[in-house]
């Protein structure tokens, strides 16, 4: 008994040790660059119903998500509804060419008025060209073109007017998928939910699809398709892929089709739950593998969307809008999920939005992640390794990071986040951090930091302050976790939108706010530069040294 309770002071010690004080990690930055440049991961937004959004399109000078934004994916953007579709009257059936692509053009104009490139999520079907339509449960038409060929002269069409009206080199640069998670019976199907007449209708409508883009812009169309991935489908994901590689392509008879990336969703389900399905690596690497098994060796990949699903319940929801909290946690999240990405190879990974207003607005805690991410665009991957004790591992506690450096400059960044799946996570976590720069050896340097917590977020000042005016959770008509506080979907009560609106957002804007430390320093005639810093709970560290 004794013995016992000796050992059980000893775990409480242990304990007591690792929760009052600092977490004690110790990183090592290798100089020798690995692998291809860095794509820019945070390249990519998602927006769910294009509208009239675009029209007119201005940046925020002050708060401009296109400086590393370059793709806004118009999801669903060639039909699924009547407000979708189209056409002139797309409740016509026995008219089925009287186009109008007129909001689909600008648009397009207004992106590319943006700075960035439209990413076309075509492949859902007219209402009008399918014999039973039906709306599944993301509001879309479920069902097949009753033919296939009446089919592929709307998205030719579509194209041909693309490229008349924005020449063929420009739309050549653009992006293209077809359909949204297309083994996901909530999105497609055939009918009586057969899976292998399901696959069958995908690949066919994939194959038209492709086929239409490129007969009307050209043999280097960047197009693919959007799998669920991370959990299973109605069939089989990899199906779809043996089907581009080597299957019977059913619009021209030959072997295969034209595909450039595949991509996949990846959501976790909450704060402090992740995901029931695959891991990130897991979800993408399953992917590829199976398009390498089938010879497919040139293929981007990316994540089409994701994050959070879900949070502390509005009165309607506990849907995250954004699939972000606004909490700080947030900032550690993003930052482990780009390092994943880095380490992986994954190409971007698709955001709902980074400001209070998605696209507009001021910061939310993602922005200022994002924003220092795609600084390490273009660079190489620098080798890390990292010390944590055996107890950190076992409470979920994660000290890590990613590192790059640009091997014509010299330029060096490093991205640190302290990482634990709880939203109340409180500690700090003390960090030695030792790099090998030879190229600086000797030199003195610029060394810029950019702390990202609390300081340069708005949210914690907005959870006071709901505190303060009563702004209750059944204010909200989606998870009232969500940043995105512009949007009547989070904040929808009229008197909690009216006090944000007139009297506390310009307050956000100023605490939202944030800019690097800078000093010079020099480095050891060695090459080897040791720093010691502290990360704030759920805090991330990003330095730049230049």
Known sequence: ML???????????????????????????????????????????????????????RRDPENDVYAF?????????????????????????????????SRLVENCRGILALGAKPFLKLGSVPLKYSDDPLLGDFGMNVRPPRDYDVYYNYIYALAETLVQTFGRTEVASWRFGVMTEYENSEWFYALDMDAAASLEAYCRLYDYTVQALLDAIGPDVFVGAHAMAVTEGLWDETEFIRHVAVGKNYATGETGTHISYLSASFYDLSPGKFTTGKPLPQTIGDLRKAAERYGLHDLRYGVDEGRILVSAAGKDSANLWSRTVGQTWQAAYDARLWTQTVRNGIDWFSSWGYLSGG??????????????????????????????SALQKLTGIEVDGCASSDPDTGTTHVLLYNFRNKLTYKKRASVKLTLSLPQFAGRTVTLREWRIDDDCNFFDEWQQ?????????????????DPFLDSTATLADPDARALYTEKLRDKYAVCAALSPTEQ???????????LRRTLAPSGVLFLEIV
């Open 3 to 57: 013995r016992l309770h000796a050992f059980l002071l000893c775990i409480a010690s242990l304990f007591s040790l690792l929760f009052a004080g600092k977490s004690h990690v110790v990183l090592t930055v290798d100089s020798s660059p690995t692998g291809e440049p860095i794509s820019n991961k945070v390249s990519t937004v998602n927006v769910w119903d294009m509208g009239t959004q675009f029209y007119n399109a």
């Open 69 to 101: 934004v370059e793709y806004v994916q118009l999801m669903q953007c060639s039909g699924g509804t009547a407000q979708r579709d189209l056409f002139r009257d797309p409740a016509d059936p026995d008219v089925p060419d009287d186009y109008d692509f």
């Open 359 to 388: 696209l507009h607005g001021y910061p939310t805690i993602s922005f200022h992640v994002a924003n220092a991410v795609h600084k390490m665009a273009g660079e190489r991957q620098l080798g890390m390794t990292t010390t944590t």
């Open 465 to 481: 302050d709901r505190k303060t005016y009563g702004i209750t959770d059944d204010c909200f008509s989606w998870s009232p976790d």
């Open 520 to 530: 010079q320093i020099e480095i050891p005639a060695d090459g080897i530069l040791t």
